[in-house]
């Protein structure tokens, strides 16, 4: 591992990731293995490969690496490495269908974020928003709605173009599902023009399909 930067090839492979090159990502930091790492840096690929995991539908592996992020985060007495892994728990337990456990994981994640608020604030309109999807899941539609509101409140107060995106579109899914359609149309409409704002085109143009499939109908 002579001459590699390796925050570097932890930066290289969260782009890997973020476009989608999932066994790539996962290669780049198994090369790490052998190397010496800093607690941080051991934090960060612990987190990573769990991610990818989840991205991969590889459940029981994520969970686990995700478990152990946790752990090293809580031995680094890094509350920011500790709400991260929580968040990510959260998330693929609700992947796995017990959203009990989802719950109290997003809960778990706001309890301890309480000490890193503003610096958090806009993070919050994530845990929100996740929390509200594991709601619309279990059928607590009114609980859904009342998160997604949050999620949207956080993330426009930030201006958090992405995060008001996810929530519109949460809201949009959520009148779908519960059958108040005169307002899905408008809710995917701005979810389509945050995400632009945000330069998330690839998830504008799904929401987008949403719209052409309403007005098809």
Known sequence: MLNVNIDQEIEDAKILQKDKKYNEALAKLDALSDAKLRKKQKFEITLLTGILKMNLAHYDDAKELLN?????????????????????????????????????????????????????????????????DVMMLSGNYEDAEMYFNHAYTFADTEHNYHGVALAMEAMGNLYLRIGRHSHVKKYFEKSVENFKLANAFEEANLVQAKIDQLNNQ
């Open 68 to 132: 152990e992020a946790l752990s090293l985060g809580e031995n680094n007495q890094d509350l920011y490495q500790q709400t991260r892994s929580l968040h990510q728990l959260g998330i693929i337990t609700k992947l796995m269908g017990d959203y009990p456990q989802a719950t109290e994981l997003f809960r778990e994640e706001l309890r301890r974020c309480s000490s890193l608020i503003p610096s958090y604030y806009s993070d919050l309109s994530y845990n929100f928003y996740e929390q509200g």
